[in-house]
């Protein structure tokens, strides 16, 4: 059964601290890997995908992934209210079918 | 806009009543899916399409039935069989590949009356 996990939380940091969120992977044939945001009722949208191994930036969010350890994850520098949601880690590549985790709730503090 | 529309946003269901849960797509990919969503859960995959007239069954295809007769539509029915219906629905759709990168639409939520 390939799996992705995540702690579920909730996470929380004050506004203005790094989040760092955390997700490990089985199938080690991944080879490609995102994370996605979901506010309470709504549907998950795309903050970054991730191939290789090591560090991508974009803006104030950083993805790490580390294949030798199946270890993937994702950093929120300046955290804001508004990053108050589900962030939801998941991995494809292995054909047609991204296996999604269950999600880290993160709450930023004001 | 491109994007992914999902409707009704809102769908009540009566016992032993089949419903459908409509998915539309513009933004020419191939590949399109349904999962479903559990309060605090992740997502399961219902069915997915890898291309027109053709499309196979995920971890919790029972009691759901799907058709993709046009690149654009990918429809989900939710059938009396399936037992225990209430729950959040999103539709994604993506590029076919090895690194595919799925985009949602804003979901439909069932509820049983």
């Known amino acids: 059964q390939k799996e992705v996990e995540q702690n579920s939380g909730p996470l929380s940091v004050p506004e203005g601290a790094i989040a760092s969120l955390n997700c490990t992977y089985s199938?080690?044939?991944?080879?490609?890997f995102f994370w996605y945001r979901q506010y309470s009722g709504k549907s998950p949208e795309l903050i970054m995908f991730?191939?290789?191994?090591g560090d991508k930036e974009d803006g104030r969010f950083t993805a790490q992934l580390n294949k030798a350890s199946q270890y993937v994850s994702l950093l929120i520098r300046d955290s804001q209210p508004s990053d108050s949601a589900t962030y939801l880690c998941?991995?494809?590549?292995?054909?047609?079918?991204?296996?999604f985790g269950a999600g880290t709730r993160l709450f930023v503090k004001a | 806009d491109g994007g992914i529309t999902q409707s009704p946003k809102y769908l009540f269901r009566k016992e032993g009543q089949n419903v459908t849960l409509s998915c539309e797509q513009n933004?020419?990919?191939?590949?399109m899916y349904w999962y479903r969503q559990d309060p605090g859960q992740g997502l399961r995959l219902i069915y997915y399409?890898?291309?027109?007239?053709?499309?196979q069954k995920g971890d919790i295809a029972e009691g759901y039935s799907v058709s993709r007769e046009k690149k654009e539509s990918f429809p989900l029915t939710v059938t009396s069989a399936q037992k225990n219906p209430t729950a959040f629905y999103l539709c994604?759709?993506?590029?076919?590949?090895?690194?595919?990168?799925?985009?949602f639409g804003p979901g439909t939520r069932l509820l049983v009356l």
């Open positions: 933004l020419n990919h191939d590949a």
């Open positions: 399409s890898q291309i027109v007239n053709d499309f």
């Open positions: 199938d080690r044939g991944s080879q490609s």
């Open positions: 998941a991995s494809g590549g292995g054909g047609f079918k991204t296996i």
């Open positions: 994604a759709s993506s590029n076919r590949g090895r690194k595919e990168t799925q985009y």
């Open positions: 991730i191939y290789s191994n």
